[in-house]
């Protein structure tokens, strides 16, 4: 599976677009990008997956580069209730969830 | 109601003691997953289940038995508990496809 880089961690204002980075230049034709988050003492939640087009729902748009070796995960409007640990994560369909160490975005009032 | 849940939520267990952690989902799904997360090393998978009666190792499986004989419930047994297994252990499943929906997770500490 490929491997992901991701910051360690990143602050955002409330309220404001939160824009968290993920490269994954190693991506291989059949890998998706899925994004999940972790928030204290929960269990993870998965947010949103994409394989090359720009995927969009409730929680946040998923923006591909046009070579897959990069994405970026955006919470239009961040809350507080963002606060939590993000994690980029490659895998095929079906494929074993390796978790990196992720970044930890803070939402400040 | 629907979802998934593990039992017990926290668990104090001596050293050598076997304890089994229950996940038990609504779903049908046919995947289900054991991870483990502790300070320093985020997530890592322990054991997973395509189906029922099939089992196959994760990253960190050693001490550790898994049994899937129906496919709602995924029990995880430390057959002799040690102390670098205390832990936050977090039961997930899916389908094939789909993206895992995770428990809320089990602390265990080993005295």
């Known amino acids: 599976d490929a491997k992901t880089t991701q910051p360690t961690s990143m602050d955002c204002a409330e309220g404001r677009a939160a824009n968290l980075p993920c490269n994954h230049s190693t991506i291989s034709g059949n890998e998706y990008v899925y994004w999940y988050r972790q928030i204290h003492s929960q269990g993870p939640q998965y947010i949103i997956h994409?394989?090359?087009n720009n995927e969009t729902n409730e929680m946040a748009s998923l923006i591909i580069t046009e070579d897959r070796k990069s994405s970026t995960l955006i919470l239009p409007h961040a809350t507080l209730r963002d606060t939590a640990v993000y994690y980029c994560i490659v895998r095929p369909l079906g494929g074993k969830l390796i978790f990196g160490q992720g970044t930890e975005l803070s939402v400040k009032p | 109601d629907a979802g998934i849940t593990q039992s017990p939520r926290y668990k104090i267990t001596e050293t050598g003691r076997q304890v089994t952690l229950m996940c038990h989902q609504t779903w049908s799904h046919s995947y289900m997953f054991w991870y483990r997360q502790d300070l320093g090393h985020g997530l890592r998978l322990i054991y997973y289940s395509a189906a029922a009666d099939i089992t196959d190792k994760g990253e960190v499986p050693d001490g550790y038995v898994v049994s899937r004989s129906k496919t709602e419930n995924f029990p995880l047994t430390l057959e002799s508990a040690t102390r670098s297994q205390t832990s936050v252990y977090f039961c997930a499943s899916s389908d094939m496809v789909r993206e895992q929906y995770f428990g809320p997770g089990t602390r265990l500490t080993v005295t």
């Open positions: 994409g394989l090359k």
